[in-house]
């Protein structure tokens, strides 16, 4: 060692000198020399800290993510539901009316045979109950296309007995000069009112199938 300075090492045939250490980092190595085991259980503990908080932060998007996706189900579910019960309700709305329209047909029938004594009397009775809206065919429409085909064919076949009858009010049949027109009239609108029996009979049975 030269006097006054640092230690001198021969490598390879030349010196080399090293610096010397200073105090305060002698001071530090030996205190973390010393202290290793202590410093190894923090710095585990800080990891278990931080590994605890991701697995909590996790868990969270987690959970986020489920509720999301049962709130989703739900909405599936719910949304299945309406549309069941807005079949239904088309069902039962195109049902009552078939049932109502062939109700006014057995009506109309027997009636069919007596349009010279009603215009006499004066008491053929409004028509009107022939006639159904058209939206009834586009509520049918989104049931089955057979039914509202059938249906719309039972429709055209009641106005047009409608037609037949209302032709047969404003007769002059006094003496019974008309008689002709009036027993022509009754086949006619009673041949369109059984085709529109038919038709709705047909609609309702697959009305009947679509429903069970």
């Not at 710095?43 to 489920?66: C, H, M």
């Not at 599936?76 to 049902?95: F, H, P």
């Amino acid at each position: 060692m030269r006097r006054g300075g640092a230690p001198v090492t021969r490598v390879s045939g030349r010196n080399t000198q090293w610096a010397p250490r200073s105090p305060p980092l002698n001071h530090l190595f030996c205190w973390i020399s010393q202290n290793a085991a202590g410093l190894t259980a923090i710095f585990t503990f800080i990891y278990l800290v931080f590994t605890i908080l991701i697995f909590n932060e996790a868990r969270k998007s987690a959970d986020a993510a489920k509720t999301s996706a049962d709130a989703a189900a739900g909405s599936v579910a719910l949304m299945s539901k309406e549309i069941d019960q807005q079949a239904i309700r088309r069902q039962t709305i195109v049902r009552t009316y078939v049932e109502a329209a062939i109700k006014t047909i057995g009506v109309w029938n027997a009636k069919t045979g007596e349009l010279a004594n009603m215009n006499s009397l004066k008491s053929i009775p409004p028509t009107d109950n022939l006639i159904l809206p058209n939206s009834v065919v586009e509520l049918a429409a989104l049931i089955d296309v057979q039914a509202a085909i059938k249906l719309s064919a039972a429709l055209t076949e009641m106005r047009l007995a409608r037609d037949v009858i209302e032709s047969t009010r404003n007769v002059d049949n006094k003496d019974g000069k008309n008689i002709g027109h009036f027993e022509r009239a009754g086949n006619e609108a009673a041949k369109h009112l059984d085709a529109a029996t038919e038709s709705l009979q047909k609609a309702y049975l697959v009305l009947g199938k679509q429903n069970g």
